[in-house]
């Protein structure tokens, strides 16, 4: 956070900062009597394409607006800030401000988020955008890291369904995937969903899975066509297949000490400006998921369709696993009736 009016908030962001970023600068300042701006700075993992920064950017300028210039949020994409793991330390510790953060990393801090991060949970991304986005039905979740870890989440937008795609061959069934090494996000249930599902997982930081696929670290991974195209995956991994495992989300993520500096009137209006934001990501989502699959097929690569049941098989034991708690049982059953 930068409030510019406030020289020993200032320093000690703009020294963090420079630690990161590797960039010269100078300090702002502003006269007496200047308006304090609160900065927020926002840690991105994907780039200016991505619909999350495109929406993001839409939700950055309505709470500027609304806020009379007293909220500023600054978008710093492409992980200049530092990758997913790193960044959300670093907004509990208040170097950085705010980041766009996968559940899969929310699973590694309280492990009730691994319920909107495993497979067979949302039937759709409007499910899944209806059910997290209700503080009826997340609201404690999301304040749960405030104490703890210095953690406020805002909503949420989706990551869409996960697919597998490699290097090697079409996947259509688990036995395809025996001995191929797929990346998956930095988290156990992840390593076990890989594995679950017949490959050998190699967890990774998002920014390293182009290098490893091209030098034949690893033979493949998942996602959705929309990071496939924009990390230019397609170049590398040329076998899409369809297994549709998990919708994933990210989150909102604020720093709990930044959130809480402000009024109760621009805390609304930065939730208002999120939950604003989602329709337009989903439209943004939807178009560039279609032109994403049109981009990779005009470079050659192909898209497959699964055998769905073998998939949901192997994944369904995983659903028990991780409802070992009555809040994590509570928190599906819940999502579950809003389907
Ligand atoms: C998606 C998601 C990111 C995540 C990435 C990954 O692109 O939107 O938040 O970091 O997948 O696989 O790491």
């Not at 994403?292 to 696993?321: C, H, I, Q, W, Y």
């Amino acid at each position: 956070m930068k409030i510019k009016s406030t020289a020993r908030l200032l320093g000690i962001t703009t020294v963090a900062l420079l630690a990161l970023t590797g960039c010269a600068g100078t300090t702002p300042s502003e006269g007496d009597g200047a308006a304090e701006t609160v900065e927020i700075r926002l840690s991105l993992n994907q780039t200016e394409e991505h619909p999350n920064y495109l929406a993001l950017t839409s939700f950055a300028d309505e709470v500027r607006e609304k806020t009379d210039g007293r909220v500023d949020v600054q978008i710093f994409p492409n992980a200049v800030l530092g990758a997913q793991q790193e960044s959300v330390q670093l907004v509990g510790s208040g170097a950085v401000d705010a980041a766009s953060i996968s559940g899969t990393q929310m699973n590694n801090l309280n492990e009730d988020f691994a319920v909107l991060d495993m497979p067979l949970v949302f039937d759709s991304e409007a499910h899944q955008m209806k059910a997290i986005n209700d503080p009826a039905i997340t609201g404690d979740l999301f304040k749960s890291l405030e104490s703890s870890n210095k953690l406020t989440i805002v909503g949420a937008y989706t990551q869409g369904a996960r697919s597998v795609y490699n290097s090697q061959n079409p996947v259509e069934t688990p036995a395809d995937l025996a001995g191929v090494k797929v990346r998956v996000q930095e988290s156990e249930l992840h390593v076990s969903m890989l594995t679950a599902m017949g490959g050998s997982p190699a967890p990774m930081a998002f920014g390293e899975v182009y290098t490893a696929l091209q030098s034949g670290v690893i033979d493949g991974a998942e996602n959705n066509s929309v990071s496939y195209v924009t990390e230019k995956h397609y170049e590398v991994a040329p076998y899409f297949s369809y297994t549709r495992h998990l919708i994933g989300a990210d989150f909102l993520v604020l720093n709990s000490d930044v959130f809480n500096s402000l009024s109760d009137e621009d805390q609304q209006i930065v939730s208002t400006a999120f939950l604003n934001s989602v329709d337009e990501f989903m439209s943004i989502w939807d178009a560039q998921s279609a032109e994403a699959v049109k981009t990779a097929e005009a470079a050659g690569s192909t898209f497959n369709e699964v055998d769905a049941d073998a998939f949901r098989a192997v994944l369904e034991p995983m659903v028990d696993d991780v409802l070992d708690t009555d809040d994590k049982k509570a928190l599906y059953d819940a999502i579950r009736a809003a389907a």
